[in-house]
């Protein structure tokens, strides 16, 4: 399967930025409060000068007007995301479990709405930023959804329903995604080489940061010694799992660091 190359978005940090996080599937439902309470906690304690939520963010995200649903669990949430964002600028890249978020939920937070992928330009270098699922080619089923769940007009087909039949429509698909966790068949694609690659060289980019596979790591993408290409997996929050898990990545002038919010 070939990758149509997408559009590159750009965004230069303000010169007095110093420290930037990324964090990503964080999968927030009301199912797993101890990962909720640990980002409500990690908004308050941050000391970075700009936090970029790189998709996933939530579980599932039925529509905006979640957000104006008295009590809503989506509401709670972004009370805590609006309140990090008038003290730091917060950016959010869809992801493939919250691709419905819009202009509402921008407005309501404070949080800015990314490309994916988008260049940072920060600390005299390009990182190239995206959630990852588009360059998991391997996982045709998969490409084919992403497709049509980013098609406007099928968006606005889904959103014209009642938010009741959407909230059903989500709890649905978790329960399938759950059980395909569990399949004997189950197939979890990886990011392709070649493609990241090419989005790295498009976007004159030796990094490329992103989360979606859930197996944070490392990677080398060139065996040759005068391209320097790599890309930067980061992890998932689960603060139920055994071991639990939450993690920050953290830029600075020094490079990436990860930062983990629980014992190892």
Known sequence: MTLPMPAISEFAAPADWRVVEFISDLHLQREEPETVAMFARYLRASTADAIFMLGDLFEVWVGDDSLDEAGSFEAECCAAIAQAANVRPMFFMHGNRDFLIGQHFAEHTGVQ????????????????????????????????????????????????????????????????????????????????????????????????????????????????????????????????????????????????????????
Not at 133 to 158: I, S, T
Not at 178 to 184: F, I, L, Q, T, Y
Not at 220 to 249: F, H, I, K, T, Y
């Open 113 to 264: 709405l990314l490309g994916d992928p988008t260049v940072l330009v920060f600390a005299g270098e390009r990182w190239l930023l995206s959630h990852g699922d588009a360059l998991c080619l391997d996982d045709v089923e998969y490409q084919k959804f992403r497709a049509l769940a980013r098609n406007p007009q099928w968006q606005a087909q889904l959103l014209s329903l009642p938010l009741a039949a959407r909230r059903a429509q989500g709890k649905s698909a978790r329960a399938q995604s759950e059980a395909r966790k569990h399949s004997p068949e189950a197939f979890y694609g990886d990011v392709d080489t070649a493609a990241a690659l090419q989005w790295l060289i498009d976007a004159g980019s030796h990094t490329l940061i992103h989360g979606h596979t859930h197996r944070p790591a490392e990677h080398v993408l060139s065996g040759d010694e005068n391209v320097q290409a790599r890309r930067v997996v980061l992890s998932d929050w689960d603060l139920a799992a055994n071991p639990p898990r939450a993690e920050v990545m953290r830029l600075s002038a020094k490079g990436l660091e990860r930062v983990p919010l629980v014992p190892m």
